[in-house]
């Protein structure tokens, strides 16, 4: 078994007291029953840098399903105090995730339990980048705002996540990397090329709603059409590939009103 390298963590934040969708963390959309937060672990443990995955949940009693879930899969679980997760304190429930299982991570990705399809080989791709240059962190020279959330994962160099905790006010705190992105002028980072146009197709792969939940059951029933394994993860690019070709199913969940980040205080 090739061991997690010590130097680059993968935070997974996961709570079972959302709002718009109760119980994202554990819902189910693949035939084989398997939970969303299953499908997202094993999903980046297919990344070939082979991160220190950490899942950061609280220590409600409504989350104790996510600590046992991880004790099963052998995942290192970190529970902040609950009234941090209620009061929107991401930044500091991350960050005490890292503190207690990766203090010595030097790159800290920020996985989320909303993004079922993330392309955990773009996020590989990503880290090569800063840890070849030595940058804080990674923008695209097109424009973020065209890229379907399923390709996106912030990355950060660990004296720039130290930076963006310590700066951070305001909302920022509920949107770890929110600083970085409105201060880029105190940062080194990388410009990079857009990914090819799938990554560009105007499909929303969040899950965070209902209406998304119905859209990803959709999706795993009709890519799973003639697979003979049940508990098979979709490579990112086939599922959009799926989803363009089928209007039907990304027609489930394109009225969904994405929320809008506020500015920090």
């Known amino acids: 078994m090739i061991r997690p390298m010590s130097d680059y963590a993968v935070v997974l934040a996961a709570r079972n007291s959302s709002s718009r969708l109760p119980s994202k963390a554990l819902c189910v959309y693949a035939p084989s029953g398997q939970t969303n937060l299953e499908q997202l672990i094993r999903r980046w443990q297919t990344s070939q840098r082979n991160p220190l995955l950490v899942v950061a949940t609280s220590d409600g009693p409504e989350d104790d399903p996510i600590a046992r879930l991880c ?10 105090p609950r009234a ?49 240059s030595g940058a804080d962190g990674i923008i695209y020279s097109g424009g973020l705002e065209r890229i379907t959330y399923a390709a996106t994962t912030d990355i950060f160099s660990r004296s720039a996540w130290e930076r963006i905790v310590a700066g951070s006010s305001g909302s920022q705190r509920e949107h770890p990397g929110a600083y970085f992105w409105e201060n880029l002028h105190q940062f080194e980072y990388i410009s990079i090329p857009l990914p090819r146009r799938e ?38 690019l086939e599922a959009l590939q799926c989803l363009i070709s089928h209007p039907r199913i990304s027609a489930l969940n394109n009225g969904v009103h994405p929320l809008t980040q506020t500015r920090a205080a």
Do not use: S
């Open 84 to 132: 941090q997760v209620i009061a929107r304190e991401v930044l500091a429930q991350l960050d005490g995730a890292i503190q207690a299982h990766a203090p010595g991570a030097k790159w800290i990705a920020r996985a989320t339990a909303d993004n079922p399809l993330v392309d955990v080989g773009l996020a590989d791709w990503r880290l090569d980048v800063l840890a070849d």
């Open 199 to 236: 990554y560009l197709a105007p499909v929303r792969t969040e899950l965070d709603t209902p209406a998304d939940l119905e859209m990803f059951k959709e999706l795993w029933l009709t890519y799973m059409v003639g697979e003979e394994c049940a508990e098979v993860t979709i490579p990112t």
């Open 71 to 80: 004790a099963g899969l052998d995942v290192a679980c970190y529970r902040a």
